[in-house]
């Protein structure tokens, strides 16, 4: 079926260093891809989207670029601030048939950016 | 916009006690769901709709209830609480026509189950 892996985290950066959370998704169809960011206490976000191959989706210096040869949706940002810190998911959307949209989640990774 | 709202905020509940979770969205979405996220899971879809009378069960559906007679509420119901249902559950919607959108997200309700 339809999933998405994620890399585990959690990962811990310096403020100002460099981020990759790799994301890969399984390949059937041509689904729409996702970023999700939950702050601490609150619900999920939207950061970015990209609905086919080789687009780029960006959104607060964060990028992911649609990459249909590897399966792969990985979210990166050159320069992590403390306010960065938040769980971040990979999500995959289909039409399952008519009008059925399905998001399916990776398991989140957590971020923690130190000063 | 008020955009999607949940209530309650936090929720203990003895087990065997029914409770109904509400949701409600203000932008005219047609698809509603309900995920819960348990730590290292993520998200997992518990039910949706496509509509106004019309449901389905996600991946999870087990143990809960639910009902589409409005298009901006969305409830959902807990027949009879287990400890195994503690977790913290998001509501969200989208529109379904045109291609795939990203869904808003409630800010959740933490439930606990003794």
């Known amino acids: 079926g339809d999933s998405v892996t994620q890399m585990e985290g959690p990962v811990t950066l310096s403020e100002e260093a460099f981020l990759t959370i790799n994301c890969t998704y399984t390949?059937?169809?041509?689904?729409?891809l996702f970023w999700y960011v939950q702050y601490p206490g609150e619900g999920l976000q939207l950061l970015l989207k990209?609905?086919?191959?080789?687009d780029k989706g960006s959104n607060k210096g964060f990028e992911a670029t649609y990459r249909k040869e590897t399966t792969s949706f990985h979210l990166e940002k050159g320069s992590v601030q403390v306010s960065d810190s938040a769980v971040y998911f990979c999500?995959?959307?289909?039409?399952?048939?008519?009008?059925?949209?399905?998001?399916?989640f990776g398991k989140g990774t957590l971020l923690t950016v130190n000063p | 916009n008020a955009g999607v709202t949940q209530t309650p905020k936090f929720q203990v509940l003895k087990t065997g006690q029914s409770m109904t979770l509400q949701c409600a969205q203000d932008?005219?979405?047609?698809?509603m769901s309900w995920y819960r996220q348990d730590p290292g899971m993520g998200l997992r879809l518990i039910h949706y709709?496509?509509?106004?009378?019309?449901?389905d069960q996600g991946e999870v559906p087990n143990g809960y209830n639910v009902s589409r007679s409005t298009t901006e509420d969305f409830p959902l119901r807990l027949l009879s609480a287990a400890p195994s249902q503690t977790s913290v559950y998001f509501c969200?919607?989208?529109?379904?026509?045109?291609?795939?959108?990203?869904?808003?997200f409630g800010p959740g309700t933490r439930l606990t189950v003794l």
């Open positions: 709709s496509v509509g106004a009378g019309i449901t």
């Open positions: 932008m005219n979405h047609e698809y």
């Open positions: 969200a919607s989208s529109y379904v026509s045109g291609p795939p959108n990203a869904q808003y």
């Open positions: 390949a059937t169809g041509y689904p729409s």
């Open positions: 990209a609905t086919k191959a080789d």
């Open positions: 999500a995959r959307v289909q039409n399952s048939g008519g009008s059925n949209y399905k998001l399916t």
